[in-house]
């Protein structure tokens, strides 16, 4: 007798505002038996606490809750060789975890769901370590992605700007590749996961930042303007930020003045 596949819902929930979940994600809700949630720690309880509500909200029928803890990571400042091993291990440890609450907490024909922050697509794990999971043969699933709004997406929206030029591109970096994308003025420069402001090291008296943090949530902070003028508040605002949260999410647009002139002018 062939044993059912587990379906694997990973769901993308949005920036932080609970009315981000797209119907399609509300309906993908309703149909799981099981709710991975993964905890970070007291520090950010409220990302957990969100899950939480949104299942609480719009799960239908029995269902369980399974939450478990996130592997460690070294976050310290590394080369690019040291950091993508870190990031290795790390993954290799978070799906350890993974595969035991598939296997152990999932009944074989039965739909889990991982509630994913923004969307699953950029930048989020998720999907990696269940290819990985599947690559090692011990748990087959049926994997569907349900798109959520991204922070890029929330962040232009917040500053009522479009994301792109007209016929131009646009870069989405992570800050630690911020330099390598710079040195290329076709376009314009998403931000993303930067620990250490690294838009400070941006030079020119020509660039406009479009900055938000906490995005979506009672606790969002916006500030836009030229780079060398409103640098230093964003550097006040982080810190504060940091301080009275413990964590801070943040992305920002970095775009060429005379473009960012355009936008304010309509």
């Known amino acids: ?6 379906t694997i ?16 994600a509300v309906k993908a809700i309703r149909r799981a038996d099981v709710f991975v949630v993964i905890g970070k720690g007291p520090d950010k309880s409220a ?36 950091y993508a091993g870190a990031v290795q291990d ?58 959520g709004i991204s922070s890029v997406s929330t962040l232009a929206a917040r500053h009522r700007i479009p994301l792109n030029q007209v016929g131009r591109p646009v870069h989405i970096t992570p800050a630690r590749r911020l330099g390598d994308v710079g040195q290329n003025d076709d376009g314009d420069i998403v931000v993303m996961l930067d620990a250490h402001a690294s838009f400070t090291g941006v030079e020119g008296d020509d660039v406009w930042i479009y900055w938000g943090a906490y995005l979506g949530t009672p606790d ?7 780079l060398a003028e409103v640098s230093e508040r964003i550097l006040s605002l982080r810190s ?21 002139d355009a936008d304010r002018t309509g």
Not at 10 to 19: L, Y
């Open 220 to 226: 969002e902070l916006l500030v836009a303007g030229p």
């Open 47 to 82: 990302l957990t606490d969100l899950r939480h509500r949104m299942i609480e909200e719009h799960a239908q029928g029995p269902h369980r809750v399974v939450e478990v803890d996130d592997p460690s990571r070294d976050r310290r400042p590394m080369d690019r060789s040291d």
């Open 240 to 260: 504060e930020a940091r301080a009275r949260h413990g964590w801070i999410m943040d992305t920002y647009l970095l775009r060429m003045r005379d473009a960012a």
């Open 9 to 24: 819902l990973v769901i993308g929930i949005g920036a932080g505002d609970p009315d981000q979940l797209t119907l399609g």
């Open 1 to 6: 007798m062939i044993e059912q596949q587990r």
């Open 90 to 147: 790390w993954r290799a440890r978070r799906a350890d975890v993974f595969e035991r609450v598939l296997r152990e907490e999932m009944a074989p024909g039965e739909t889990g769901a991982f509630l994913v922050w923004g969307d699953p697509s950029l930048y989020d794990s998720t999907l990696g370590i269940l290819a990985d999971i599947e690559a090692r043969g011990s748990v087959s699933c049926d994997v569907e992605v349900v798109p």
